[in-house]
């Protein structure tokens, strides 16, 4: 295990912290701190809604390119400027709101819905100065705001006193729930090896490389893999996309919990979707695949908000290549993928790293076996289970008529 | 499949029904899907009444397409209505010129010259071709892949439709078979067309069949929802893919022979559950064997006239009879039966479309099913408004 | 395994997004309008009518106001009236045009009948498909100055048909010149038999209907009508 860390610390490293500081430098001491706060929350703002905005556009063009066609390319040059022409289509739309509606909740729904979202981007680390809330429990924290946002949903279906919307709302929250379970036990897995919630610390503890190309990323080790594979098959559940999307189906029970919501308010429910995906994937890349380290060790010259940057775009082009090509599950389909797979493979992972961590000092020679071993015990279920899951199911030989 | 313990579970149709009359349960929830719907192939409405999640009574709604189909043609001459009939099944318009054209040949005895037969079975297999490409597109689309499956299988039919627009002139409503052979003598270039595109299109279905068949998604959607018994398909009149998924060996091709299909060796696939996943599949294994017969056909086609020359193009005035023609058209069997009376409009022009009898199982089939499924199973019949309603 | 089937669509997935930047066949749209795709020859849209001449459009239509497409026409939206005089036609023969000709676009069904059961191919299918008007009523009745269009369109829409229906055009004209020469040249021989015989008692000869021959002298300096069509139509020699 190589040694040194924090070895490359160059100018274009520090450059977001020397420019935060010459603007705020001179402040004296508690007003500084609270500009620097405002400075954070305004770049998360911009950066991120920039983000979500040239996102929805890619999810097209990608789409598109995947189904032999251009995608949106007429405003702008090749359709650079469309997330804007959407955003005016959305903001000139009628707001309705229900006569029997309840006013408050109806307004607040999509409203709790971003705010949780985007404050669970607080402390994810985006590079190597770059936190911008260094909590000591900040796994818990991020957690903790993005599971108050399924309360939104609720709230929404709730709000419009639409009985169908009511029970769409439910069962949307009952997949929201379900796959919170899955989504935390993987995690869990991470925080015994790293030995800390910090998120600064996790991706500390995956940093160095053996003989320069090996990273010590989380998702190279076997239950580092299941892991990974469990967090992002419930993050595409937590964040409703595709092939988890039923509650926005259209071929679904009435419209789902979003019956009763038009223009701008609508957008908020898309926008909170999008930067509920975009933190569940940054949340993967610091947990699982190193945060902001670079691969190899020759490419630490590239800023470690770069290389954040490149492994955040990679997963959300995988969600949406995901989107691409897999049909829907249905709903009752989808709760027993949840309960009776993920959640006991997500049990057996946190064996699967007891082990590791206990075996991890087995002699060299040893390390083989280890390997083998822990890559048995994420294999063997996996393939049990699966197989009783889609007992049944089978592609079928079909005989032809006697001529 | 939603089934509950406490009512007494009756089998029917293969599929398990929950009793109706059912008085401990509180109301049942009544929806009404479509017209205007994006799931529903066209305009049609279906009231579907939900216990809970699952379906225990359903009425299709139809007849917003209605267009007077049988009454025009007593109204127009036997050479008006074929481009009329285009427009029934307005996916494969001509496999229903050929069988309109079927029927007046049988009417007024009228021989077809050998090149016509075999043009009539090439072009007959490329709509069956592009009907089955396109089901399996919108069966995706239905089951939720946001569209991906769809392009790849109309990329695939655009191919066939350009040989359609540049043989007969249109696409779709092409207006190709007459009393007698065929409009347009398909030249050489064509041929050489069609013979790529038949050489092509194995490659497409192993690429399509590489993205579906064994997702398992895709699996856990289609297996076991929608079955279909042989003995009540063949009660109801069901033909076509959707019977021989359930695993009746009834193809008018080879039952009745007709053109000159029994030339041409193919095989007739054949389903064991007939649930939605085995109506899918028997397309893509027929679409094979159309493959088959279209590299056959394609080889062995003779010169000669496209149109037997005594034909009459205007002014036909059969003698008072009555005949039925019918084809395995790619929904189904797609049947046309003429009385004339003597007059140059047929006396009674009648149609008899698959899609429409198809579509009567769709209550039994979707029974004890949630909404999704019935959207599922709805695609899996391959209707068509057209057909249904003409 | 569980995952294989959804791995191997992932696959093909990949390959579509990865070929669609090099690959023709996995790019397929026609960025209309900047691109537009050829039609092929034989596509139709809507009918027009040939006339011989484009500088004399309606005083060279072909049609002669037969009403057989009227009558075969499927939806009926053909509506045709006689003229009350009647014109040369390319042949020399006198005939009736079509006073009033008008093709109800909103109804047609370009389904090409009334092209088929023509027997004068006065009536084509034209390839004009950008004619969105906003005004669903009068811009869509073609009148008979909007639907003739010229022997040179038609050759430049549909070469080969226009060379097949020009040469057939061609032969008919040959057959009936050569009938009218036949014809001719039998009067001749009749008129100097006639003669030879009017130098007997004269008997109460009839009024002399003017001869094919005659008519064919009438006739010829029409024949030196200019026919500019670029196929080539043979003028009388």
């Given amino acids: ?403 | 499949m939603i089934e509950s313990p406490s009512s007494p579970l009756i089998e029917s149709a293969g599929s398990r029904v929950r009793a109706v009359q059912d008085d401990f349960h509180g109301d049942l929830l009544e929806i009404s899907m479509g017209p205007h719907h994006p799931s529903t192939h066209g305009v049609f409405r279906m009231i579907a009444t939900l216990d809970g999640e699952a379906i225990v009574k359903l009425k299709p709604v139809f007849g917003y397409l209605h267009r007077n189909h049988e009454k025009l043609g007593e109204n127009t001459t036997y050479l008006g209505s074929m481009p009329y009939t285009d427009r029934l099944d307005y996916l494969n318009s001509m496999t229903n010129n050929w069988a309109y054209a079927l029927a007046v040949e049988k009417l007024i005895g009228q021989p077809v010259p050998e090149r016509a037969e075999y043009v009539r079975v090439i072009l007959a297999e490329l709509t069956r071709l592009q009907n089955h490409t396109c089901l399996a597109g919108f069966l995706m689309q239905d089951c939720g892949c946001s569209g991906t499956p769809l392009m790849y299988a109309f990329r695939e039919r655009e191919k066939i439709l350009d040989l359609f627009e540049s043989l007969s002139g249109s696409r779709m409503m092409c207006n190709y078979q007459r009393f007698g052979g065929c409009r347009v003598d398909p030249p050489s270039e064509w041929l050489e067309a069609a013979r790529r595109l038949t050489e092509g299109y194995g490659a497409f279905l192993d690429e399509y069949e590489a993205l579906l068949t064994r997702n398992e998604i895709l699996m856990a959607r289609t297996q076991g929802v929608g079955r279909l018994g042989p003995e009540l398909a063949v009660n109801s009149g069901i033909t076509g893919p959707m019977l021989r998924a359930t695993g009746v060996a009834y193809d008018i091709r080879k039952v009745d022979g007709y053109g000159i299909y029994p030339r041409f060796t193919f095989r007739v696939p054949l389903g064991a559950h007939g649930d939605t996943y085995d109506r899918y599949m028997i397309r893509i294994l027929e679409a094979r064997e159309s493959i088959s017969i279209l590299r056959q056909a394609l080889k062995d086609i003779p010169a000669g006239p496209i149109m037997d020359p005594k034909a009459k193009l205007r002014g036909l005035r059969p003698k008072p009879g009555e005949a039925y023609g019918r084809i395995e058209g790619p929904k189904g069997e797609i049947g046309f039966y003429l009385i004339s009376d003597g007059s140059p409009n047929p006396y009674r022009y009648r149609i008899r479309p698959p899609s429409f009898v198809n579509l009567t199982l769709l209550e039994d089939l979707c029974l004890g099913h949630t909404v999704a499924d019935a959207v599922v199973i709805l695609g899996s019949i391959d209707i068509v408004l057209g057909e249904v309603d003409r | 395994m569980l995952g294989t089937g959804i791995l191997k669509g992932l696959a093909v997935t990949a390959r579509n997004l990865t070929g669609s930047f090099h690959d023709p066949a996995r790019f397929t749209t026609t960025q209309y309008p900047e691109e537009r795709t050829v039609l092929p020859d034989n596509y139709r849209n809507f009918p027009f009518l040939v006339s011989d001449d484009e500088k004399d459009p309606m005083g060279t239509l072909r049609c002669v106001a037969c009403q057989i497409c009227e009558k075969e026409c499927p939806p009926q939206c053909i509506y045709i009236e006689k003229s009350k005089d009647k014109k040369p036609d390319a042949n020399g023969k006198m005939q009736i045009y079509p006073a009033i000709f008008d093709i109800d676009i909103s109804v047609c069904m370009s389904c090409q009948i009334c092209v088929e059961v023509c027997p004068f191919e006065a009536i084509k299918m034209d390839h004009e498909f950008e004619i969105a008007t906003s005004n669903r009523f009068n811009p869509l009745l073609l009148n008979r100055e909007q639907l003739a269009k010229p022997n040179t369109y038609f050759h430049r829409i549909r070469p080969t048909e226009a060379a097949e229906v020009d040469a057939r055009l061609d032969a008919e004209r040959k057959a009936a010149e050569e009938k009218a020469a036949a014809a001719a040249a039998a009067a001749a021989a009749k008129a100097s038999q006639a003669a030879a015989a009017a130098k007997a008692p004269p008997p109460a000869a009839p009024a002399k209907v003017p001869s094919p021959a005659t008519l064919e002298a009438q006739a010829k300096p029409a024949a030196e009508r200019p026919d500019s069509s670029a196929g080539g139509i043979k003028t009388q020699a």
């Fill in chain 1, 1 to 403: 295990m190589s040694a040194g860390v924090f070895e490359m610390d160059s100018w274009l490293e520090r450059l977001p912290i020397t420019a935060r500081d010459l603007l705020t430098g001179y402040l004296p001491d508690p007003w500084r701190w609270i500009a620097q706060s405002v400075i954070a929350i305004v770049v998360i703002l911009g950066v991120f809604g920039t983000l979500f905005a040239f996102l929805t556009l890619a999810e097209r063009k990608i789409l598109g390119r995947i189904q032999n066609r251009p995608g949106p390319n007429r405003v702008g040059w090749a359709g650079i400027l469309q997330p804007f022409a959407d955003a005016i289509k959305m903001l000139t739309k009628e707001d309705i709101v229900p006569r029997t509606a309840d006013p408050v909740l109806h307004y607040l729904a999509p409203v709790a819905l971003v705010s949780f979202s985007l404050l669970s981007l607080a402390v994810i680390p985006y590079g190597r100065h770059l936190v911008p809330l260094d909590l000591d429990s900040g796994v818990l924290y991020f957690f903790a705001a993005s599971a108050s946002s399924e309360l939104s949903v609720f709230m929404a279906g709730w709000a419009g006193r639409n009985k169908y919307a009511l029970l769409a709302a439910m069962r949307a929250l009952a997949q929201l729930i379900s796959y919170e379970l899955p989504l935390l036990l993987s995690v869990v897995p991470v925080v015994m090896i790293a030995g800390t919630l910090s998120p600064s610390g996790i991706v500390a503890a995956q940093s160095g490389w053996r003989i320069g190309i090996i990273p010590h990323w989380n998702i190279v080790t076997p239950w580092g893999f299941a892991g990974f594979a469990i967090f992002m098959v419930a993050a595409l559940a937590e964040a409703n996309r595709s092939p988890f999307d039923l509650p926005e189906a259209e071929s679904e029970l009435i419209a789902g919990h979003l019956t009763e919501y038009s223009g701008f308010k609508y957008a908020l429910f898309f926008m909170a979707e999008y930067f509920a995906m975009i933190a569940l994937s940054g949340m993967a890349v610091t947990l699982f695949l190193g945060g902001w380290q670079a691969p190899f060790e020759v490419l630490q010259f590239i800023p470690s908000y770069a290389w954040f940057a490149i492994k955040l775009l990679a997963l959300l082009l995988g969600f949406i290549w995901i989107r691409a090509t897999l049909p829907r599950l249905r709903i009752d389909q989808l709760m027993r993928l949840a309960w009776k797979f993920m959640v006991p493979l997500a049990l057996i992972n946190l064996v699967t790293v007891a082990f590791w961590h206990l075996s991890a000092g087995w002699a060299t020679g040893a390390q083989p076996l280890r390997w083998a071993l822990a890559l048995a015990l994420v294999a063997v279920p996996f393939v049990l289970i699966g197989r009783r899951l889609t007992s049944g199911l089978a592609p079928r030989i079909y005989r032809y008529a006697a001529p």
